[in-house]
C-alpha cells in the first residue's frame, strides 16, 4: 500500500484546510485509516482514525469538534477536515493505514504534509 498526502499549507489562524490522503496498491487490505501529526520537538500523535467502512471514528481531544475524518472508498482516499485553526495545529501531517492480509497486520504510512497555522 503507498500512501500519499496533500493539502497541506500555511493558513491564519482561525481558517480551514483539507488534507487528502489517496491510497494505491493492496487497498484491499486495509482495515483502519487514520492522521498523525508531529510538531516540531514532540512525539508523533494520533489526530485522528476511521474504520475501513467509515462508520467509527475517533478524535484526539485537542481538535474534538474542529476537525473532521472521512473516507471515499470508491477513490481510495481519506480526509482532514480542520476548521478553526489554531497555531498549535502546526504540525508534519502523516497519513496512516493498518492493513491485514495473509495472517498479517502491516501498518504503512506516508510522507507528510506540512500544516503551519500563523497568529
Known amino acids: 500500500v503507498q500512501l500519499v498526502e496533500s493539502g497541506g499549507g500555511l493558513v491564519q489562524a482561525g481558517g480551514s484546510l483539507r488534507l487528502s490522503c489517496a491510497a494505491s496498491?493492496?487497498?484491499?487490505?486495509?482495515?483502519?485509516m487514520g492522521w498523525y501529526r508531529q510538531a516540531p520537538g514532540k512525539q508523533r500523535e494520533l489526530v485522528a482514525g476511521v474504520t475501513s467502512g467509515g462508520g467509527r471514528t475517533n478524535y484526539a481531544e485537542s481538535v474534538k469538534g474542529r476537525f473532521t475524518i472521512s473516507r471515499d472508498n470508491a477513490k481510495n482516499t481519506m480526509y482532514l477536515q480542520m476548521n478553526s485553526l489554531k497555531p498549535e495545529d502546526t504540525a508534519v501531517y502523516y497519513c496512516?493505514?493498518?492493513?491485514?492480509?495473509?495472517?498479517?497486520?502491516?501498518?504503512?504510512w506516508g510522507q507528510g504534509t506540512q500544516v503551519t497555522v500563523s497568529s
Open positions: 496512516n493505514a493498518v492493513g491485514s492480509y495473509s495472517g498479517g497486520v502491516y501498518v504503512y
Open positions: 496498491g493492496s487497498t484491499f487490505s486495509i482495515k483502519a
